[in-house]
């Protein structure tokens, strides 16, 4: 499965953005799918991902009640909505896809580019 994830851009702390990740093949909705964030000098680390028929998401602390990730497996897009950002969000976001449960980065298969997000303060 090929992904290509859009949406990053510049925003003002408080404020939202909403990250796409659009994926090629038929096979999408077999997938979990799941979002990584890397910012400058750091490892890529979990956001957050969701389950194959979008019924069950997780979240990692720093972000939890404030990103939401859901699916829409009839248009083999996830999306990342991302509301009260802070400029520590700042980093490049990836989409990636996974056949089994969990957080890590090597459980993912199948990668998209980054999409840039910026939070000034």
């Known amino acids: 499965v090929q992904l290509q994830a859009s949406g990053g851009g510049l925003v003002q702390a408080g404020g939202s953005l909403r990250l796409s990740c659009a994926a090629s093949g038929s096979t999408f909705s077999s997938y979990i799918m799941g979002w990584f964030r890397e910012a400058p000098g750091k490892e890529r680390e979990f956001v957050g991902s969701i389950s194959s028929n979008g019924g069950l998401t997780t979240y990692s602390d720093s972000v939890r009640g404030r990103f939401s990730i859901s699916r829409d497996n009839a248009k083999n897009t996830v999306y990342l909505q991302m509301n009260s950002l802070k400029p520590e969000d700042t980093a490049a976001y990836y989409c990636?896809?996974?056949?089994?449960?969990?957080?890590?980065?090597?459980?993912?298969?199948?990668w998209g580019q980054g999409t840039q997000v910026t939070v000034s303060s």
């Open positions: 990636a896809a996974a056949q089994s449960w969990g957080r890590s980065r090597s459980q993912y298969d199948y």
